[in-house]
C-alpha cells in the first residue's frame, strides 16, 4: 500500500517565461540572450534557508561536451566545457538555455579557444548572478581525463521494500532504533554511503535525471535501509538537480543531525550537459572525474 497521501508532498512552481518544455527554435550563432537563470530562492525558500549565510559551501560543476565554433578562416573546432556555478550565486543556470546557448556557437567564428573561453564566462557569469569559473579542455587534452567512480559503502544491494515516490524524511532516521530521531548511547562514526538509485524529474518536463550519490558523515550512525528508501523516495519528485541536492543535505542534517556531512551528486547527461552538485559543511569540492554513466 502506498504511503505517498500520508504526507504533504513538496510543490515547486518555476517562472513562466523558461524556455523548457516549450518548442523553441535552434540559433547557431551565438546569442547570449538565450541563458536564462532561475532564482535559487524557488527551494531554498521551502527549506528556509537563510539568505544571508546557508549552512553548506559547495559547487555545481558542469560538463559540456558539445561545445564547437569556427575559426576566422571557418573551421570547426571542438572542445569540453567545464563550468563552475558557485552556490552563493543569485540564480542557477537552466539546463535547456545552456544548450540552446551552446548550440549558438556552432556557426559563430571565434579567433582562438581563449577568446570561446572568455565570452563564456562572461555570459554564465551574467547570468548566474555571480562569477563562474570556466575551462575549456581541448582535444589534445582528452587524453588525459578519467573515470573515477565514488567510493563507499554501497546501499543498492539492501533488500528493503519501497512504497513512496515522493521525498518522505520520516525514512531517515539513526541506528540503532526503529523510528527514533536520535541514537543517544551510540559512538559516533565517520561513514561513506553510495547509491546508483537516485531520479529524480525535471521541474518542468518531468523528464527523468539519473544520478549517483555519495553521502560522507560524521555522527551517530544512519540507519542504511531508512536512508536508501529516503533517497529512492524521489523517483516521482519534480525538482532541479541543485535544489534535490540541497533538499537531500538539509533532511539529513536536521534529521539525522550529524556532526559533519558532504552530499555530492553525479547526474547523467542531456542534451550534452551534465550536472554534478557538491554541498558540505566539513570539505572542499572533489575534482571533476567523469563516472560510467555519464
Not at 505517498?4 to 523558461?18: G, H, Q, R, V, Y
Not at 527514533?180 to 562514526?189: L, M, P, Y
Request: charge should be negative; glycine fraction near 6%; proline fraction near 5%.
Amino acid at each position: 500500500m502506498s504511503t505517498d497521501n500520508l504526507f504533504e508532498k513538496i510543490s515547486i512552481t518555476a517562472p513562466d517565461d523558461l524556455s523548457l518544455g516549450k518548442q523553441v527554435e535552434y540559433e547557431f550563432e551565438y546569442n547570449p540572450k538565450l541563458l536564462q537563470g532561475v532564482p535559487r530562492s524557488l527551494s531554498r525558500d521551502t527549506l528556509n534557508l537563510p539568505k544571508d549565510e546557508l549552512p553548506f559551501t559547495g559547487i555545481d560543476t558542469w560538463t559540456g561536451y558539445e561545445l564547437s565554433w569556427l575559426n576566422l578562416k571557418g573551421k570547426p573546432h571542438v572542445a569540453i566545457l567545464e563550468c563552475k556555478v558557485p552556490i552563493t550565486s543569485i540564480n542557477l543556470i537552466e539546463s535547456k538555455s545552456f544548450k540552446l546557448y551552446l548550440n549558438s556557437f556552432n556557426q559563430s567564428k571565434f579567433a582562438s579557444p581563449d577568446e570561446v573561453k572568455a565570452t563564456l564566462k562572461k555570459d554564465l557569469s551574467q547570468c548566474a548572478g555571480e562569477e563562474v569559473e570556466v575551462h575549456l579542455i581541448l582535444p589534445n587534452q582528452f587524453e588525459s581525463l578519467k573515470f573515477e567512480e565514488f567510493q563507499g559503502t554501497l546501499l543498492d544491494e539492501l533488500d528493503v521494500t519501497i512504497d513512496t515516490y515522493s521525498p518522505d524524511t520520516r525514512l531517515l532516521i539513526n541506528s540503532p532504533g526503529e523510528g527514533e530521531n536520535t541514537s543517544e548511547g551510540s559512538e559516533k562514526i565517520t561513514e561513506t554511503l553510495v547509491s546508483h538509485l537516485l531520479k529524480s524529474n525535471c521541474l518542468i518536463t518531468s523528464q527523468p535525471d539519473w544520478a549517483s550519490i555519495q553521502i560522507r558523515y560524521e555522527g551517530h550512525p544512519i540507519n542504511h535501509d531508512g536512508l536508501l528508501k529516503y533517497l529512492i523516495s524521489f523517483r516521482q519528485h519534480n525538482e532541479f538537480h541543485e535544489q534535490c541536492v540541497e533538499r537531500i543535505y538539509c533532511d539529513i542534517m536536521a534529521h539525522c543531525q550529524p556532526d559533519k556531512l558532504t552530499v555530492c551528486a553525479r547526474y547523467t547527461r542531456r542534451g550534452g550537459l551534465d550536472i554534478n552538485p557538491f554541498r558540505s559543511n566539513f570539505e572542499t569540492p572533489y575534482g571533476n572525474n567523469r563516472q560510467a554513466r555519464q
